[in-house]
């Protein structure tokens, strides 16, 4: 069982930046891929970004690629996401997330089977 709690949400302005921190108890948190997914009112949950358990190789959703970085720090059982130049589309629930059966990331939410419950980031015009 791997436990996670987000943090570091919060309002800021277009073009602002927050550092989201996901962390993690439980099994041996680098053996893990893991992602952050979001999810606005009255949509999906999407992917965002995800990281291999060694933190090799990152991949990411079109809309951030540039804006968003995902790392982790293995020996603080610690994921972070941090984020840049901020628009309102941005504002979501955002959840952190582990794979229990893989290290390589992916973006399928199903691969997921670990989830925190989540940090509200809302970005005003």
């Known amino acids: 069982q791997v436990q996670l709690v987000e943090s570091g949400g919060g309002l800021v302005q277009a073009g602002g930046s927050l550092r989201l921190s996901c962390a993690a108890s439980?099994?041996?948190?680098?053996?893990?891929?893991m992602g952050w997914f979001r999810q606005a009112p009255g949509k999906e949950r999407e992917f965002v970004a995800a990281?291999?358990?060694?933190?090799?190789?990152?991949i990411y959703t079109d809309s951030v690629k540039g804006r968003f970085t995902i790392s982790r720090d293995n020996a603080k059982n610690t994921l972070y996401l941090q984020m840049n130049s901020l628009k309102p589309e941005d504002t979501a629930v955002y959840h952190c997330?582990?794979?229990?059966?893989?290290?390589?990331?992916?973006?399928?939410?199903?691969?997921?089977?670990?989830w925190g419950q989540g940090t509200q980031v809302t970005v005003s015009s």
């Open positions: 439980g099994r041996t948190f680098s053996n893990h891929a």
């Open positions: 990281i291999a358990g060694s933190g090799a190789r990152t």
């Open positions: 997330a582990a794979a229990r059966l893989r290290t390589t990331p992916t973006t399928n939410v199903g691969s997921y089977d670990y």
